[in-house]
């Protein structure tokens, strides 16, 4: 299957310092149990793991955060 990942717009976010932001509000990422397939990922794509638990970012290929 193919997995599009989304951008968000929302009104809570807000700069703290630099490049770094805060969230008042929960972050609900996608959920799959395995990486998507190449060619489909984008830099900066994420996505939570249920395999492995843990939050994955895609730069050249998957890695954890």
Known sequence: ?????AN???NTI?????????LT???????LSSDPADGVSAAGD?????TSNK????STSWNDL
């Open 1 to 5: 299957g193919r997995y599009l990942m």
């Open 8 to 10: 968000v717009k929302v």
């Open 14 to 22: 807000s700069k703290v310092s630099g490049d770094n932001v805060a």
């Open 25 to 31: 509000c929960a972050l609900n990422l996608k959920s």
């Open 46 to 50: 994420i996505y939570y793991n249920t």
């Open 55 to 58: 939050v994955k970012f895609y």
